[in-house]
T-cell receptor, first 114, second 114 residues
Framework: SAVISQKPSRDICQRGTSLTIQCQVD?????MFWYRQQPGQSLTLIAT?????????ESGFVIDKFPISRPNLTFSTLTVSNMSPEDSSIYLC???????????FGSGTRLTVV | DQQVKQNSPSLSVQEGRISILNCDYT??????FLWYKKYPAEGPTFLIS?????DKNEDGRFTVFLNKSAKHLSLHIVPSQPGDSAVYFC?????????????FGTGTRLTIIP
């Protein structure tokens, strides 16, 4: 089955700083996504990471706050900018593979902002 | 607007018995449904999926049932095992409409009692 590597697995950051999360997949995917899971909540889609172009953001999420890059088919980064305690969440990378309809997720990045 | 709902936040089942997790949706364009299992500090793991052209899909101990007219799906786990204790999310997408992004339910915490 597909494997997605995500790092860091966790971090504690000061408010006002930024954190970049990396996501690496082990084979070519057709689509990559970034999700957020706030404490006690469901998974919410932040954006679809598009290769070589700007990400497609969902309502309520903007590029200035969550810049995303996807320089090639198998790698993407999500930056959480100018962090506040409200950004404390688990951030998850996901890939959709052409050979299976089960989207695969990374293990997540648990972010705490203090 | 919660398009995918899991009305039971928690469920406890005796080991060896059947676990039934329920999910309701409101968007009639959803045509593909998935169930995920999530342990703390890990990303969601794909369990089973079903297309809207079917009403049942089975994989080992896991069976998913889809009732399109009621916009309802359920996951049956038989027999339940202690390792099944986790949070279960249902998710949906509108793939035939070119929308592959997943919309998740709020999750049900399943506890299997030995």
């Amino acid at each position: 089955s597909a494997v997605i590597s995500q790092k860091p697995s966790r971090d504690i950051c000061q408010r006002g700083t930024s954190l970049t999360i990396q996501c690496q997949v082990d084979s070519q995917v057709t689509m990559m996504f970034w999700y957020r899971q706030q404490p006690g909540q469901s998974l919410t889609l932040i954006a679809t990471a598009n290769q070589g172009s700007e990400a497609t953001y969902e309502s309520g999420f903007v590029i200035d706050k969550f810049p995303i890059s996807r320089p090639n088919l198998t790698f993407s980064t999500l930056t959480v900018s100018n962090m506040s305690p409200e950004d404390s969440s688990i951030y998850l990378c996901s890939g959709m593979y052409p050979s299976e309809w089960g989207y695969t997720f990374g293990s997540g990045t648990r972010l705490t902002v203090v | 607007d919660q398009q995918v709902k899991q009305n039971s936040p928690s469920l406890s089942v005796q080991e060896g018995r059947i676990s039934i997790l329920n999910c309701d949706y409101t968007n009639s364009m959803f045509d593909y449904f998935l169930w995920y299992k999530k342990y703390p500090a890990e990303g969601p793991t794909f369990l089973i999926s079903i297309s809207s052209i079917k009403d049942k899909n089975e994989d080992g101990r896991f069976t998913v049932f889809l009732n399109k007219s009621a916009k309802h799906l359920s996951l049956h786990i038989v027999p339940s095992q202690p390792g099944d204790s986790a949070v279960y999310f249902c998710a949906a997408s509108a793939t035939n409409f070119g929308n592959e992004k997943l919309t998740f339910g709020t999750g049900t915490r399943l506890t299997i009692i030995p």
